[in-house]
């Protein structure tokens, strides 16, 4: 069957990357074959998504070799989420790109570059070991590094430089974590890591010495990808001068690449049940004291700023750490909170961005000093930008309310003076970007201003419609997507739920992958003797789930 060619996910950007490049030069013919594949994509990614039931997973062994010792690629809701989602977002910062790049640019590199990246991120978001989420990264990146300088300034190459640097730091240390966890457990592959650590739990073995600083390394890679405090400089200023569809594209997709990796292996094996208690592991502590300095400086950091991409950027960092914050709470709420927010933050994240691409476009600038009275020209950007803003602050019925909601009600609900400090920094991050956006919004579109729009110099008002068309419809794709979150806010969260279950008790996953029950039934009978109990002591500590939508 078709579902069992998940792979596919991969090989159609491959394939996409190839024929672009094959194709150098012909724009048009760039444009169709990539257009179709993130179409294809996302079709496949949302079809498998919606066939998957409770705890189910598609799972193809490459080269008919067996878990654990093939290479494994595995499509459970967690990928699903995140591969519906990624592919949303390129396709509509891919459409952007039409209007937004050079007519040179266009023609070099960018469309191979483009798929190449595309590649490395979904084949992360689908394969089950560590060391091909390495190889993955390693795609990603360097198509990255290359996207990076599309251009060629000055600036960008001064700033791509600091972000090579940084990443080859942390390739270097991921490819160590990996060397040693593999010499440590004898597996890289997810499932079999689980298994293992399971059985030691249960068996009341401690862990390998060196198990949780080997994790943290591992944590320490994916948070410099989050861009999670105090990893994050790279960021701000390898944002500001990128173009605007790379720039929007990076900001939907790159950082979450590491908060997915986070979700994958955090609840399976970093915090499996047994392990988060045990002494000697501070992941727990080290990931929380990064949420609440990453949710609180990151927005302090967008407050005085007037350039709205660099006000986005630290806008992005921020909230980061709610992300995190919902990942180290570790209940099945604030773990679907997770998801669902991480999936609706994508979109509008690179929303805004594209939104900053066209203002750019229309008033030749994106510093709030120099523009002004844009709603009066172009109402539906206006409103397009006021629907992700308050999406991203998460004010009801916009899709950000719903996952910010579980997460925050499980800080101020699962106790401990230190989850309620981390809660209440939530709420001021929330109240402080809604300050931000709304001095965004009013300075750019609603305050009269001077803008450049009246320079002779400036283009015309038809070849500023032409270049704003593609625009229009990828920002229109990515709020509607937005919107359809917020209305079917219930099924989402259903297929959230399901994906959480994959996470805190990945026994089904496990099994799947190998394709046989791998626990003996003493184990089998505590872990399910711990998800009870597990269960029972959540539902007792707080609210039920109805209880707190109602």
């Known amino acids: 069957m078709l579902m069992t060619w998940i792979i596919l996910l991969v090989a159609t950007p491959m394939f996409a990357g190839i024929a672009t490049t094959c194709f150098r030069g012909h724009v048009s013919a760039q444009r169709f074959i990539g257009v179709a ?41 967690l990928s699903g989420i995140c591969l519906v989602a990624a592919n949303l977002v390129g396709l509509a910062a891919y459409l952007h790109s039409f209007g937004s790049l050079r007519p040179r640019t266009e023609k070099g590199w960018f469309h ?43 600036e960008q190459l001064a700033q791509t430089y600091k972000y090579v640097i940084l990443n080859l730091i942390g390739s270097t240390i991921f490819v160590l ?48 990808k989050a861009a ?35 979700c994958r292996l955090y609840p399976m094996i970093f915090a499996a049940p047994g392990v988060r208690e045990m002494s000697d592991n501070w992941i727990p502590i080290v990931l929380a004291s990064a949420a609440g300095a990453t949710m609180l400086l990151g927005i302090l950091a967008a407050l005085p700023l007037t350039n709205i ?10 909230h980061m750490g709610y992300l995190i914050f919902g990942i180290v709470l570790l209940t099945d709420a604030s773990l679907s909170g997770t998801l669902y927010y991480m ?81 209440g920094i939530g709420l001021l991050t929330g109240a402080l970007t809604l300050l931000v956006m709304a001095k965004v919004w009013s300075l750019a579109f609603w305050m009269p201003g001077r803008s450049v729009r009246n320079s002779s110099s400036y283009p015309s008002a038809k070849l500023i419609a032409a270049q704003t068309r593609p625009g229009y419809l990828a920002v ?42 791998v626990f003996p039934p003493s184990i089998a009978a505590r872990i399910e003797d711990s998800r009870a109990r597990r269960l029972a002591s959540e539902a007792s500590a707080q609210p039920t789930r109805e209880e707190a939508h109602r």
């Open 37 to 77: 594949a993130l179409i294809t994509n996302v079709m496949l990614a949302l079809s498998w998504l919606l066939q998957l039931g409770p705890g189910g997973v598609f799972v193809q062994q490459v080269g008919g070799w067996a878990a654990p010792f093939g290479i494994t690629v595995a499509f459970d809701s």
């Open 112 to 154: 191979p570059l483009f798929h190449l990246l595309m590649m490395g991120v979904n084949y992360a978001f689908l394969t089950g070991d560590l060391f091909n989420l390495f190889v993955a990264f390693e795609i990603m990146l360097m198509a990255s590094y290359a996207m990076l300088c599309i251009g060629a300034s000055r």
């Open 177 to 224: 974590a990996a060397g040693l966890m593999y010499g440590m457990m004898g597996t890289l592959n997810y499932a079999d890591l689980a298994r293992i650590v399971a059985n030691m739990v249960y068996a009341g073995d401690p862990m390998p010495t060196g198990f949780f600083a080997v994790s943290l390394m591992l944590v320490f890679v994916f948070a410099l």
């Open 228 to 262: 999670v405090f105090p990893l994050w400089f790279w960021l701000p200023d390898t944002y500001h001068t990128s173009p605007i569809a790379v720039c929007a594209m990076f900001s939907g997709l790159l950082t979450k690449v590491g908060i997915y990796a986070m």
């Open 309 to 318: 991409r660099r006000i986005l950027a630290c806008t992005l960092i921020s």
């Open 343 to 423: 999936a609706q933050h994508m979109l509008v994240m690179t929303a805004l961005f594209l939104c900053c691409g066209l203002i750019e476009i229309k008033a030749g600038t994106d510093d709030l000093s120099k523009i002004g009275g844009l709603c009066k020209d172009s109402p539906w950007l206006g409103a397009l930008f006021l629907v992700a803003s308050m999406s991203l602050v998460g004010l009801p019925p916009f899709s950000g309310f719903y996952g910010k909601v579980l997460i925050l009600g499980e800080g101020f609900g699962s106790g401990g003076v230190f989850n309620w400090i981390l809660t």
């Open 476 to 517: 229109t794709l990515l709020v509607s997507a937005s919107l359809v979150m917020a209305l079917g806010a219930g099924p989402t969260l259903r297929i959230t739920d399901r994906a959480t279950m994959g996470l805190s008790e990945p026994a089904s996953y496990i099994n799947t992958v190998f394709g046989r029950t």
